[in-house]
T-cell receptor, first 117, second 113 residues
């Protein structure tokens, strides 16, 4: 079964509104989570690294004030797309890593489709 | 700004044939590599990984080859099946950047029955 859960799986929002996407590690503590964005027929582009209890580290070119990341607990990170616009429509994917019985491994969520109209 | 549509490289193979998917990675300091399979509308699924102290690793029906000299990675799938049809990505991790993965451009594998 899934070890990393994302919610919602898809969301439609109006331009100018904000949308929050959650990423949860289900049976392990994730000290680090990563957020990716993927446009159709393109690769996954790393947006930011989310560290529990500290500020996220954003990749070059990603606006930290537009894509707010909060990693308040060892099992939950949230990505909020603020003042969303149609060009923010994309597939957002998180991954989580932490120590499990099988060792340090990286797990991906099933992704969240965002459509801004 | 306006996004430009890109077309993923496509590899078309017949069912039962072997597939070889290639990837050029960017950072000579990368020491850990993973191949992922991504089906439409889903998150990446782990296939196989390899560390830089190895040049070959085998799994069930899959083999990963690593050539550090030319920064090249390949994924071999034996006896390709229709269920293997998906987009395949290689991802690299750099020593010190714990679990931070940088993905390659991807290859669409189309298996013809």
């Amino acid at each position: 079964g899934a070890v990393v859960s994302q919610h919602p799986s898809w969301v439609i929002c109006k331009s100018g509104t904000s949308v929050k996407i959650e990423c949860r590690s289900l049976d392990f503590q994730a000290t680090t989570m990563f957020w990716y964005r993927q446009f159709p027929k393109q690769s996954l582009m790393l947006m930011a690294t989310s560290n529990e209890g500290s500020k996220a580290t954003y990749e070059q070119g990603v606006e930290k004030d537009k894509f707010l990341i909060n990693h308040a607990s060892l099992t939950l990170s949230t990505l909020t797309v603020t003042s969303a616009h149609p060009e923010d429509s994309s597939f957002y994917i998180c991954s989580a890593s932490g120590r499990r019985l099988s060792g340090n491994t990286i797990y991906f969520g099933e992704g969240s489709w965002l459509t801004v109209v | 700004g306006e996004s430009v549509g890109l077309h993923l490289p496509t590899l078309s193979v017949q069912e039962g044939d072997n597939s070889i998917i290639n990837c050029a990675y960017s950072n000579s300091a990368s020491d850990y590599f993973i191949w992922y399979k991504q089906e439409s509308g889903k998150g990446p699924q782990f296939i196989i990984d390899i560390r830089s102290n190895m040049d070959k690793r085998q799994g069930q029906r899959v083999t990963v080859l690593l050539n550090k000299t030319v920064k090249h990675l390949s994924l071999q799938i034996a006896a390709t099946q229709p269920g293997d049809s998906a987009v395949y990505f290689c991802a690299e991790n750099t020593a010190g950047a714990t679990n931070k993965l940088i993905f390659g451009t991807g290859t669409l594998l189309a298996v013809q029955p």
